[in-house]
């Protein structure tokens, strides 16, 4: 059953309408098709499995195809220019099928939503809704003022909104790993990041609905769960009944308890606030994987300075350090922007030693792309010429490269518990999983063994980033 998402005060409001929702009731008892997509963070993929709930409840089904669809919703992410770009590509396309199909409604949901807000409509004629992140209780009316003519806007942001009783409808799953989210919302300035306008202040998910929520999809038959935030290590919860404070080294803890079948992994860790006290849970539980994101953004003093990211340099590789020590095989991934405001040829160059420091076994890179409204657009100049910039991106990639390489080598000729999650993407014959340091594993089929079973495979050698071995 899904969880209707509305509060007893606007149902006692709405048995007062009954009467003409039932006939509202009969009017949907056809479902209508509803497309999502989305794009950004995993925040925003696990925000269309809500909407999804809200929506299925609303009666709607999910179809894939857009052009089959009565509402297509893009859940759009705002973090660089050319992520608002595609934006604006996919919806070209979803406007053109909307001139076929005049009943189409097109809904813009996210954070590009939150940045433009009512501009959206004007820019983009064929947009109907636009909501934004906190909004998506209010969707079903803001449909229904679409259907009765109007074009609709909730941009509202929520200092409480978690959505913490509505159970995700879980869309494109492989039935094996599925997210958590524990927090919303970001309370750092970074100087270059336009999440905090798009997303609001931070909040902390009631701890017993996130354990339910993991309990729940572990009976599923569910074998990994991620847990979501922006900032991890500030989740804190106080329980009202018995007063603990749940902080987030606990709620880890607490999660790994429900099953040590359930592995669990979390992101994003901030180098400013993961503890010790985190690293030694990891230690501590073996369902918990070894693996931490811990974005870098830069390897200069000064450029984190300006990021306004609260560490520096040294402070980082303390942390680098305390995860080597406490947890001596856990695989580290981390975020480069290059070319941010006034960055010199030597801070670049010390991004670079940064990454021979610690050799990361993943990275996500960027060129600075500057986000209007941010402290870095207000205060700094966007003045490293666009061919610096790609130049410098090119660097980190290339180096990165070789240590992507090398931490996979590393693994060769060892034992690996992997989760199956389904076959591989280049043959039926094979299967794919990750270990627990979030490696990807393929390897041939072999005896009994399906997805959601954990198998130990030797590694026999690696590709560009992926080790290939058998079940042992
Ligand atoms: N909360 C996470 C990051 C979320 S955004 C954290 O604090 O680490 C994901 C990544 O996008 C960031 O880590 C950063 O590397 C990148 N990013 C954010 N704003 C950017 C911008 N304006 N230009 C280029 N990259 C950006
Ligand atoms: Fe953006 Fe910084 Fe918050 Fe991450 S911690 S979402 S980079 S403001
Ligand atoms: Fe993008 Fe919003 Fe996530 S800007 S990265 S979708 S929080």
Not at 39 to 57: H, K, P, R, T, W
Not at 67 to 80: E, G, L, M, P
Not at 141 to 166: F, K, M, P
Request: overall charge negative; aromatic content about 8%; proline content about 3%.
């Amino acid at each position: 059953m899904f969880n209707t998402g509305i509060s007893e005060k606007e149902h006692d409001e709405a048995r007062q309408g009954e009467a003409l929702m039932l006939e509202i009731d009969a009017e949907k008892t056809v479902s209508r098709k509803l497309y999502i997509e989305s794009y950004g963070c995993q925040m925003n993929f696990s925000d269309s499995e809500i909407v999804a709930s809200i929506m299925l409840d609303n009666g709607f089904e999910t179809t894939k195809d857009y052009k089959q669809a009565d509402v297509v919703f893009i859940n759009t992410c705002s973090i660089r220019e050319n992520a608002e770009q595609r934006v604006r590509n996919r919806l070209k396309e979803f406007g053109a099928a909307k001139k076929s199909n005049p009943g189409m409604t097109i809904g813009v949901l996210g954070c590009m939503a939150e940045r433009l807000k009512s501009k959206f409509l004007e820019e983009e004629k064929l947009v109907d809704v636009v909501v934004g992140p906190d909004a998506y209780r209010d969707l079903p009316n803001l449909i229904d003022q679409v259907d009765d003519g109007a074009r609709a806007v909730n941009v509202l942001l929520s200092r409480e909104e978690t959505y913490a009783d509505i159970s995700p409808v879980r869309l494109n799953s492989n039935g094996i790993t599925a997210f958590i989210s524990i927090m919303r919302g970001c309370d750092n300035m970074c100087s270059f990041c336009v999440v905090p306008f798009t997303r609001g202040r931070e909040r902390s998910r009631d701890v017993h609905s996130i354990l339910d929520e993991a309990r729940q999809l572990f009976a599923e038959g569910y074998k990994e769960v991620t847990l979501l935030g922006q900032n991890v290590d500030s989740y804190k919860w106080t329980d009202e009944t018995t007063g603990e404070h749940v902080n987030f080294a606990r709620l880890l803890e607490l999660v790994a308890l429900v099953d040590p079948k359930l592995r669990v992994r979390f992101s994003t860790s901030h180098p400013k606030d993961i503890t010790d006290e985190v690293l030694y849970v990891i230690a501590k539980y073996d369902n918990i994987c070894n693996y931490i994101h811990l974005p870098v953004q830069s390897g200069s003093s000064r450029v984190l300075d300006i990021m306004n990211r609260t560490y520096d340099r040294d402070w980082y590789m303390d942390r680098v350090n305390a995860i080597r020590r406490i947890i001596p095989n856990c695989a580290i991934s981390t975020d480069v922007i290059s070319g941010f405001c006034t960055e010199t040829e030597e801070e670049h160059q010390e991004t670079l030693s940064m990454m021979e420091f610690v050799k990361y076994d993943y990275a996500y890179m960027f060129a600075y792309s500057e986000r209007p409204g941010t402290l870095a657009a207000k205060r700094y100049p966007d003045d490293i010429p666009e061919e610096v910039k790609k130049r410098r991106h090119t660097e980190v990639m290339n180096l990165q490269r070789e240590h992507s390489h090398y931490r996979l080598q590393q693994q060769v000729g060892k034992e690996h518990v992997v989760l199956i999650e389904g076959l591989s993407k280049k043959s039926d014959q094979d299967f794919c999983g990750r270990n627990d340091q979030n490696a990807m594993v393929v390897f041939p089929k072999a005896g009994e063994f399906k997805p959601g079973d954990y198998v130990t495979v030797l590694a026999e050698y690696c590709t560009t980033a992926t080790l290939i071995g058998r079940i042992i």
